[in-house]
């Protein structure tokens, strides 16, 4: 969240940044709001010193002069309050601002990609997609879970199920031991305050899963992603900068209402309202954000270059990018059904934007500032799971398993 004192010392480079954020947002206006709030705070403080020179006064005829101060200054804090909500309403939907190396662009068509690893096998067969491979055998079951919950739900059967649970077995074993994050196993419902401060609430809050609860109860969200919980374990608190940084991992399902993708996806498992995901999330000093989302972008890379799954690296611009991020590297793995790459994983720095919302801050001998936030997906499993089904497919309709994957399919070599 940013500080109103910092955007009114320097409007035009919040205007010029925030527009390159393709967002739109009435700073003019905000300033107005912020020029009223300040002189109703200095009205109010004359008015209280004037009530307190009087109550030092032993004469009888000023109580009703400090009766009167008094209703006074109540009026100016009640119109206060509603001059602070407008002010708030307005700083709470500007995302993080851009940092100078993000490309200038108002969506997709502005990314750069970085670079390309692994090779596109070439089939010597019809190339089926991971609906044909899993329907063939009833591995894969939309109908039943359309009947149960709707569309973009999936029921996995059988050796499927099993994949899925081995990949994402495999995804923590490899954060946990080779990259020593910490795994959390966390909680899948979180409170109004939680979800405000990693940037979901208030202005995705149409894409949030609300539970409903009685009327006098706190409001309760599902999970969109990990990052959620994992980031705000941290909350309200002052880390010694001894213990920084701090690395966590959790699979755990997210849920999202896809409310902005109508019509997009609509066959598969590509973009589903409940899927797993294993996230990372990290706690640094700020100073080491951009050394910090290099390791975690290496340790998403780890994973396909484990499986052998061909992927590309991609820099997101301005316009891209979500809401609290202020640099986002995204990782496309080759679906072959689709003849192109698709999102599998987005590492993101967050910067202090969302600790500044969370009150999170560390301290030193010399300092005590906010603290920095990154998140990474690594890897969404449905996404992986699809590019895993289709680049190892073979003609006869099985799906070989890559080697260091066995393990954990109780050593079958094709499902």
């Not at 990609?113 to 596109?120: A, D, V």
């Not at 609906?131 to 149960?148: A, C, M, P, R, Y």
């Not at 990949?167 to 899948?188: A, G, Q």
């Amino acid at each position: 969240m940013h500080n109103i004192k910092e955007i009114r010392k320097d409007l035009n480079f919040f205007k010029k940044k925030i527009s390159e954020r393709n967002s739109l947002i009435d700073f003019d206006d905000l300033i107005i709001l912020d020029k009223d709030n300040r002189e109703l705070i200095q009205k109010k403080e004359k008015k209280e010193q004037e009530k307190k020179l009087l109550s030092k006064s032993k004469d009888s005829t000023n109580f009703e002069k400090s009766k009167n101060l008094s209703k006074e200054i109540d009026e100016i804090a009640k119109k206060q309050i509603i001059l602070q909500h407008k002010i708030y309403k307005i700083l709470y939907n500007i995302p993080n601002i851009a940092r100078d190396d993000v490309p200038v662009g108002i969506d997709e068509k502005s990314n750069q990609t970085i670079k390309q690893n692994g090779n596109i096998k070439k089939f010597v067969f019809p190339i089926k997609s991971h609906v044909e491979i899993g329907e063939k055998n009833n591995q894969i079951d939309f109908k039943t879970s359309s009947k149960l919950s709707g569309s973009r739900f999936v029921i996995l059967n059988s050796n499927f199920a099993l994949l899925e649970r081995a990949l994402i077995n495999f995804m923590l074993d490899i954060h946990v031991e080779k990259f020593k994050y910490k795994e959390i196993s966390p909680p899948l419902l979180v409170n109004e305050n939680v979800m405000f401060g990693t940037g979901q609430l208030p202005k995705f809050e149409e894409d949030q899963f609300e539970i409903k609860l009685n009327k006098d109860e706190e409001r309760k969200f599902l999970i969109p992603t990990a990052e959620v919980v994992l980031t705000n374990l941290v909350r309200d608190s002052v880390i010694d900068h001894k213990n920084l940084p701090l690395r966590y991992v959790a699979s755990t399902p997210c849920f999202r209402k896809e409310a902005g993708s109508y019509g997009k996806d609509t066959k598969g498992m590509m973009r589903q309202h409940q899927f797993y995901k294993v996230e990372l999330v990290s706690i640094v000093e700020p100073s080491n954000c951009m050394s910090e989302l290099e390791r975690m972008l290496n340790c998403a890379e780890e994973i396909l270059k484990l499986l052998k799954i061909p992927y590309q690296i991609v820099l997101l611009s301005s316009g891209d990018m979500g809401f609290s991020s202020e640099k986002t590297f995204d990782i496309e793995a080759w679906i072959p059904s689709e003849n192109k790459y698709r999102e599998i994983s987005s590492c993101s720095s967050c910067g202090s934007f969302q600790a500044k919302r969370m009150g999170t801050k560390y301290k030193s001998s010399s300092v005590t500032d906010f603290v920095a936030t990154l998140n990474g997906s690594a890897l969404a499993v449905g996404r992986l799971m699809i590019s895993l089904i289709e680049n190892y497919q073979n003609e006869d309709g099985t799906v070989s398993i890559p080697p260091v994957l066995r393990k954990y399919m109780n050593n079958i070599e094709k499902i």
